[in-house]
């Protein structure tokens, strides 16, 4: 099964939970950089204090900072992983090739997250984070259209992009995934 993955869709997609229930069943490292900015901000140290007002309006953290995040775990890493969050902009992917290339780690496929607006925003609300308040997440998936998507072309042309429909409920999103990853072509 292919298990250097990225997930790759808005926010409220179900990114999260889908790379929660992948990465456990199949003992794969789970890294997702809002939950480790997050576990920053909740310790209070310097990057969290630099990130924090950031997240609350709903932009993105620096290109600098996401990276060093992502580089310390994934320097010497040996099971597979699983990135959620990551990259978020074609500058991080870039980055991510050239980190990848450095660790002779290519990745090997990329989850795309579908799904209406109307839903997402639903979803976003009944969360209730700090960054779930309407202003945040529209101003959130404007960030998500401008900078993110552009990284879906940027695989599709590598021939790695799979996308699968997230409107269905837990169980079959995270079986239509599975079934993605077993192919091998
Ligand atoms: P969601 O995708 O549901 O909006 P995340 O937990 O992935 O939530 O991210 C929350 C916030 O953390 C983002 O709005 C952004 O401020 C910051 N963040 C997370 N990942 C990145 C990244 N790769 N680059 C820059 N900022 C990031």
């Given amino acids: 099964m292919k298990q250097r993955l990225l997930f790759l869709g808005p926010p409220g997609a179900g990114k999260g939970t889908q790379a929660s ?3 456990n069943k199949y003992s794969l490292n789970h890294f997702s950089t809002g939950d ?8 209070n140290s310097e990057l969290g204090q630099q990130a924090s007002e950031i997240m609350n309006k709903g932009e993105l953290v620096s290109d600098e900072l996401v990276l060093s ?24 992917a870039t980055a991510l090739r ?8 290519p990745l090997q496929a990329v989850i795309l997250i579908r799904i209406q607006d109307s839903i997402l925003i639903e979803r ?18 404007e960030v998500y259209r401008n900078q993110t998507a552009p990284l879906i072309e940027h695989y599709s042309s590598q ?7 997230g409107n269905a409920d837990i169980e ?9 990853l077993c192919t091998s072509i």
């Fill in 159 to 165: 021939g790695i992009l799979k996308v699968i429909d």
């Fill in 69 to 92: 995040i992502v580089e310390s775990r994934l320097i010497g890493i040996e099971k597979g992983w699983l990135l959620d969050g990551f990259p978020r902009n074609i500058v991080q």
């Fill in 21 to 23: 229930l992948l990465a």
């Fill in 172 to 180: 079959l999103v995270s079986s239509c995934i599975e079934k993605e």
């Fill in 98 to 105: 050239a980190l990848l290339d450095k660790i002779s780690q």
């Fill in 36 to 43: 480790l900015l997050r576990e920053e901000v909740a310790a």
């Fill in 124 to 141: 976003l609300l009944s969360r209730g984070r700090e960054d779930d308040n309407e202003n945040v997440i529209k101003h959130r998936l």
